[in-house]
């Protein structure tokens, strides 16, 4: 699956304002909205199939009405390849997040195929400074 730039820079944007990058049991990226559009249209660009939940917040005394918050959580594989193509285009505090979360996945024992990922994470480093060209570009040659 081709995912175009644009679409890699938006999710970047998205996930740089609203989005969690958190370790739970396996590195994980969430986020909540009051936009519909904007979680499905994630949920579409990432390709998970994880259902969007949906929570009416209570009314509190005083308070106007909140408005009904859309989140989306997808972990694993999937979130591990979104890191690393975001990862570039994120900040410094964003990409210490991220670094974080998958020193912590890529230690624990018994995860799956790690080594494959690590070197494929280490052709997309190889790949992106040999032709001068963004690691997230890299990273959709390797992984598609």
């Given at each position: 699956?081709?995912?175009?730039?644009k679409?890699i820079?938006?999710?970047?944007?998205?996930l740089?304002g609203?989005?969690?990058?958190?370790?739970t049991?396996?590195?994980?990226?969430?986020?909540?909205?009051?936009?519909?559009?904007?979680?499905?249209?994630?949920?579409?660009i990432?390709?998970?199939?994880n259902?969007i939940?949906?929570?009416?917040?209570?009314?509190r005394?005083g308070?106007?009405?909140?408005?009904?918050?859309?989140?989306?959580?997808?972990?694993?594989s999937?979130?591990?390849?979104?890191?690393?193509?975001?990862?570039?285009l994120?900040s410094i505090r964003?990409?210490?997040?991220?670094?974080?979360?998958?020193?912590i996945?890529?230690?624990?024992?018994g995860?799956?195929k790690?080594?494959?990922?690590i070197n494929k994470?280490?052709?997309?480093?190889n790949?992106s400074?040999?032709?001068?060209?963004?690691s997230?570009?890299?990273?959709?040659?390797?992984?598609?």
């Amino acid at each position: 699956m081709s995912i175009s730039v644009k679409n890699i820079g938006w999710v970047a944007g998205l996930l740089e304002g609203e989005g969690t990058f958190q370790f739970t049991g396996t590195p994980t990226i969430s986020i909540n909205s009051t936009d519909l559009d904007t979680i499905r249209r994630l949920r579409s660009i990432v390709g998970c199939k994880n259902e969007i939940s949906i929570s009416n917040p209570k009314k509190r005394p005083g308070r106007h009405n909140h408005s009904i918050l859309y989140r989306l959580s997808f972990g694993s594989s999937l979130a591990v390849q979104w890191m690393m193509t975001i990862y570039s285009l994120m900040s410094i505090r964003r990409k210490e997040q991220i670094q974080a979360q998958l020193r912590i996945w890529i230690e624990m024992p018994g995860q799956g195929k790690k080594s494959d990922l690590i070197n494929k994470i280490n052709r997309v480093r190889n790949l992106s400074r040999m032709n001068s060209i963004p690691s997230f570009q890299a990273n959709s040659l390797i992984f598609d």
